[in-house]
T-cell receptor, first 117, second 112 residues
Framework: KAGVTQTPRYLIKTRGQQVTLSCSPI?????VSWYQQTPGQGLQFLFE???????NKGNFPGRFSGRQFSNSRSEMNVSTLELGDSALYLC????????????????FGPGTRLTVL | AQSVTQLDSHVSVSEGTPVLLRCNYS??????LFWYVQHPNKGLQLLLK??????LVKGINGFEAEFKKSETSFHLTKPSAHMSDAAEYFC??????????FGQGTTLQVKP
């Protein structure tokens, strides 16, 4: 089975622009979660989508949004980019998602490294 | 609220010597705990998980961790380090809503 894929792998934007990142989960996985990784804040949960619905959300401003399509692929959008948005954005997929009673392993993609100038 | 603290930001060992990466957690309920590893320019890979079964958990690549409720610890160990173990390691706890809460990470350096 192919793993989680993220595109693009690297992205350079300027302040004020917007950006869209894409994540294709493992075939059959219905849950996609997004994380932001920075040297200062570490790994922080952004949101989770399951069957096209946002099911869980971290503490990020409304500039960060996402969606999931019927084939479980997910996109994350950041509007009005700030310098502090420079980070590695990781996507993870799992079979049933985070709200199941037993843990479903999350499989991570390689990430998209976003640089905001 | 759940939280996790990795006690060392950087650990350096010689190849062939034991590895100990320390993690303490805080949780108001019985937690699920994990260790993930991240090699440079790669995503995270699950090493092992504790989900209230056996307290000594064995993972991939010879790693294991012991859940100690009395000490609120979940330290990661390996008897003999290999050069390929050099990476960043994350201790993770689940929140009561299922979110993964990551520690700040420990960079493991393995010297030849």
């Amino acid at each position: 089975k192919a793993g989680v894929t993220q595109t693009p792998r690297y992205l350079i934007k300027t302040r004020g622009q917007q950006v869209t990142l894409s994540c294709s989960p493992i075939s059959g996985h219905r849950s996609v979660s997004w994380y932001q990784q920075t040297p200062g804040q570490g790994l922080q949960f952004l949101f989770e989508y399951f069957s096209e619905t946002q099911r869980n959300k971290g503490n990020f401003p409304g500039r960060f949004s996402g969606r999931q399509f019927s084939n479980s692929r997910s996109e994350m959008n950041v509007s009005t980019l700030e310098l502090g948005d420079s980070a590695l954005y990781l996507c993870a997929s799992s079979l049933q998602g985070q709200l199941t009673m037993s843990y479903n392993e999350q499989f991570f993609g390689p990430g998209t490294r976003l640089t905001v100038l | 609220a759940q939280s996790v603290t990795q006690l060392d930001s950087h650990v350096s060992v010689s190849e062939g010597t034991p590895v100990l990466l320390r993690c303490n957690y805080s949780s108001s309920y019985s937690p699920s705990l994990f260790w993930y590893v991240q090699h440079p320019n790669k995503g995270l890979q699950l090493l092992l998980k504790y989900t209230s079964a056996a307290t000594l958990v064995k993972g991939i690549n010879g790693f294991e961790a012991e859940f100690k409720k009395s000490e609120t610890s979940f330290h990661l160990t390996k008897p003999s380090a290999h050069m390929s173990d050099a990476a960043e390691y994350f201790c993770v706890v689940t929140s009561n809503t299922g979110k993964l809460i990551f520690g700040q990470g420990t960079t493991l350096q393995v010297k030849p």
